[in-house]
Nanobody, 123 residues
């Protein structure tokens, strides 16, 4: 049973940084990602990482966010720098074993989800 648990959210001022963590992924989960949903908005893909290391980012976060993983700790990270008020959302980690061909920002192929961690950026 896969259980993903996020942590690291909080409140910061614009320009600040946060690092989100997601514990619980296993070796069989070769497609991992971070997604977010703001109140009244649809879920948005933020970043994905396949097991061989290929990453994909939403245009809105390119150059500011970095997705990475620590296999020894079974932990997925999202380093968020230069945060903006529009980054305010509930952030979720997600994973699947679909492989690189389907590991995209839609979230459609991700079948394991965490409970979310709130990120609030004030201006």
């Amino acid at each position: 049973q896969v259980q993903l648990v996020e942590s690291g959210g909080g409140s910061v001022q614009a320009g600040g940084s946060l690092r989100l963590s997601c514990r619980g992924y296993t070796y069989s989960l070769n497609c991992m990602g971070w997604f977010r949903q703001a109140p009244g908005k649809e879920r948005e893909g933020v970043a994905t990482l396949v097991s061989l290391g290929t990453t994909t980012y939403a245009d809105s976060v390119k150059g500011r966010f970095t997705i990475s993983k620590d296999n020894a700790e079974n932990t997925l990270y999202l380093q968020m720098n230069s945060l903006k008020p529009e980054d305010t959302a509930m952030y979720y980690c997600a994973a699947s074993n679909v492989g690189s061909d389907y590991c995209d920002l839609s979230g459609f192929w991700h079948n394991h989800w965490g409970q979310g961690t709130q990120v609030t950026v004030s201006s």
